[in-house]
């Protein structure tokens, strides 16, 4: 009884988000829609490996190929989920490209099941839960069905590998756009999906292992599978949990900035001669002395650019190349500087929260986790630190 409860437990946690995801699948945005996929698929994954834990070899012998198609198909979707998050764009047909090999290797296990006829369940049996044939003493069918089982493990950890990278680096590059258009990140940055991407790799790493090992070891052993089982249980539970509480922003970015951010044209270089960069930092210095916009919260680089007559992309790479620092890091510095010009004016006390409003952040956390890099300490220690040296002199 316990043993089944935990086979089925993966399988349980995806059909449970598949049907939060289901309900509201007319109203999701893109990304949502895409992570319905995703979990659906995945409790196609867990049923199947419920049904070969729960040794019924006639029915997973029925339902292996589309169990290919599944095991090679929930991290490319996953990836898709990904570029959904940081671009607007929609895709397009050839967007599924990376499918192809589930695809190919799901339709070469169910033709040659066909051709198998009515050996499938034996060789489902001794191939799959026993491990007890040798290739060379097998059919024709049966050689296809073994060297794609090999060919399915090499591409498995193949698109693991690459999914990973180009899932760091998309959201890396998306942050990046993030902190370069706002000055308040907060609630906009991917951190949520970064943190659980790096899980996601130590998921990836543990289903390396366990595809190594094979689910005939489990079989063996029984009781070990409660430890995959709760790991992947909760791998996925975070992933539906997080993914249904994110808000997509990419929509927004794009509607804001009047530009497609995966267009071409707003990373290409802009060239600007160093007299004209030294008249854009004058302008920039000039506005947040004089004007003190850091401290509107809600501020955008457009609006900086709109305010000395210039536009995005020379503000963005002033910012960037002269600076390197990004925009929000920039604002940041001047917000943390009148931060501290507030800790220490004699002439009235403020509160903490009084500073947080009057330098322009959004969260009290966001202000005092800037601090600390800036400064190195905390506003209270800081301010003592200044108190401290006052009085020495």
């Not at 090999?101 to 198998?116: K, M």
């Not at 959201?171 to 906009?188: P, W």
């Not at 800790?343 to 500073?355: A, F, G, P, V, W």
């Amino acid at each position: 009884m316990i043993k089944s409860i935990f086979h089925t437990l993966p399988f349980t946690v995806c059909l449970f988000w598949s049907v939060i995801f289901l309900i509201e699948y007319r109203r999701a945005d893109p990304a949502k829609k895409l992570l319905t996929f995703f979990m659906i698929v995945c409790s196609f994954l867990y049923f199947s490996h419920a049904v070969y834990f729960n040794k019924n070899i006639p029915l997973f012998s029925v339902i292996e190929s589309l169990y290919a198609f599944c095991t090679l198909a929930v991290y490319p979707l996953y990836y898709l989920y990904i570029c959904k998050l940081t671009d607007p764009k929609p895709f397009q047909i050839k967007s599924y490209w990376i499918l192809i090999p589930s695809i190919v290797i799901s339709l070469w296990a169910a033709l040659f099941y066909v051709l198998l006829d009515d050996n499938r369940i034996s060789f489902v049996e001794n191939n799959l839960f026993n491990s007890l044939q040798n290739v060379n003493n097998l059919s024709f069918a049966a050689k296809g069905q073994s060297y794609r089982l090999v060919i399915m493990k090499i591409v498995f950890i193949f698109q693991l590998i690459l999914i990973c990278i180009f899932s760091f680096k998309k959201l890396i590059r998306f942050d990046k756009q993030i902190k370069n258009y706002y000055a308040n990140t907060e609630e906009k940055e991917l951190t949520p999906i970064k943190r659980l991407l790096i899980v996601f790799i130590i998921y990836a790493f543990l289903s390396v292992i366990a595809n190594h090992v094979g689910r005939v070891f489990f079989l063996q052993e029984p009781w070990l599978v409660i430890i995959p089982s709760l790991i992947f249980s909760s791998m996925i539970f975070a992933i539906g949990y997080i993914g249904y509480k994110h808000i997509l922003i990419t929509d927004e970015l794009y509607k804001e900035t009047n530009y497609d951010i995966a267009d071409k044209s707003i990373v290409m270089e802009t060239t600007q001669t160093p007299y004209m960069s030294s008249q854009l930092g004058e302008a920039i210095n000039q506005l947040m002395e004089e004007k003190e916009v850091f401290r509107q919260k809600g501020l955008l680089i457009t609006d900086v650019a709109r305010e000395i007559g210039s536009n995005r992309t020379y503000v963005s790479n002033y910012i960037n190349k002269e600076l390197n620092i990004s925009f929000s890091e920039f604002i940041n510095i001047y917000r943390i500087k009148f931060a501290q010009s507030l800790l220490t004016d004699t002439n009235q006390s403020y509160s903490m929260l009084e500073i947080i409003e009057l330098s322009g952040f959004s969260h009290e956390g966001s202000f005092y986790r800037t601090f600390k890099k800036q400064t190195g300490l905390t506003p209270a220690q800081w301010r003592e630190q200044q108190c401290s040296h006052i009085e020495s002199l």
